[in-house]
């Protein structure tokens, strides 16, 4: 790498710091007043506003390469040329070529800021973060494994092995301990329906655990009182696109062997892979942006037609992982699709300049 090509590289990863530090201020400011909504909900106070923001950053940041990453390389090639800089450069010789190849230098280093934010820094961050809202505002606290979903209600373990697609539960484990941490009763249900502040359990096989022994009974329902409800499951259970990929690889292949619907979980693995060369063709259209049409306007114009592509790929992708979802598209072709059709629109304009 030559000096010119170090320069421009400093030159667009310091730029793109600074804006993804400026709409990282701005969605947090924004999470913030939305998360006041939630205040004094059960013991929610601003100490854990603060930490659950804190820890939702990885997340903000994975979220935002991509447009901070064009508005970046934008704002560092549009000050390079706004200062005649690029004008020098290409007059000593340099070639548009060469001047990409620093920008793709640039890529690689956001790839691998993505896939060390997506897949190290955002999974136990964001689980911490929904754990410590969850704890706050209901007193549970809940967690994902390969063989179903664990929360702890006061003294009561619950297991649920299914959350269906309507609210209920199927195939659930409670364990209840008494003060000196001593497994007492376990109740186990075939399913349970909430309604009225309760669950109602259905082929409930309860036995109770004393020094006389083991007491088991059967009923065909019963009424199961916690403070997990429905409207809490999406507190306290993490999205897929939160997991990392190692762990979709696995829950998806434990759906498969289990028959169940794998179309979300396959997205979203496809999503995480296209995520860094979705970074990589944000920065690469920004040269068109500099040599292309818009060469000649001032650097607020480049700007802007900057942020309107960035918010324009934000948006396509996001529709079309649900359009693709709805209709059945390839899980591969749903999430790398958005990113396929701005790389030939970068290439077009690429071709155009030369």
């Given at each position: ?16 710091l600074l804006v ?7 969605y947090t400011f ?14 929610y106070q601003l ?308």
């Open positions: 790498m030559t000096i010119l090509q170090r320069y421009i590289a400093k030159t667009i990863l310091a730029s793109t993804l530090l400026v709409l990282l201020g701005l924004m999470d913030f007043i939305t998360e006041l909504d939630d205040f004094g909900k059960g013991s100490a854990d506003i603060f930490w659950y923001i804190a820890l939702s950053m990885p997340k903000r940041i994975y979220e935002l390469l991509p447009i901070a990453a064009l508005l970046g390389s934008v704002l560092g090639l549009g000050s390079l040329a706004s200062q005649s800089e690029l004008v020098v450069m290409r007059a000593a010789g340099i070639s548009v070529q060469q001047i990409c190849k620093a920008v793709m230098i640039v890529a690689g280093c956001l790839m691998m800021v993505a896939v060390f934010t997506g897949e190290v820094l955002r999974p136990p961050a964001e689980q911490k973060a929904r754990e410590i809202q969850s704890m706050a505002q209901t007193g549970t606290v809940g967690s994902r494994s390969d063989n179903g979903f664990w929360t702890r209600d006061g003294n009561h373990f619950n297991h649920i092995k299914q959350i269906l697609p309507d609210g209920r539960f199927s195939g659930i484990s409670i364990y209840e301990f008494d003060p000196q941490n001593r497994l007492r009763i376990v109740t186990t249900a075939k399913e349970a329906e909430y309604d009225d502040d309760s669950w109602t359990l259905s082929d409930v096989v309860q036995s109770t655990i004393d020094e006389e022994g083991v007491r088991v009974r059967s009923v065909e329902f019963a009424r199961w009182k916690s403070q997990l409800n429905p409207g809490m499951v999406n507190i306290v259970v993490v999205p897929p696109e939160f997991l990392p990929v190692w762990s979709l690889v696995s829950y998806i292949n434990y759906l498969k062997r289990n028959h169940q619907a794998v179309e979300q979980y396959q997205i979203a693995f496809w999503m995480k892979v296209m995520m860094p060369l979705s970074s990589a063709v944000m920065v690469f259209l920004a040269v068109p942006f500099v040599f292309g049409p818009l060469r000649s306007s001032p650097i607020g114009g480049r700007i802007l037609a900057g942020t309107l592509v960035g918010i324009g790929f934000h948006l396509f992708n996001q529709s079309f992982q649900h359009i693709g979802l709805v209709f059945g598209v390839i899980p591969w072709l749903t999430a790398s699709f958005p990113t396929i059709v701005f790389a030939v629109i970068g290439l077009y304009f690429m071709r155009r300049i030369q």
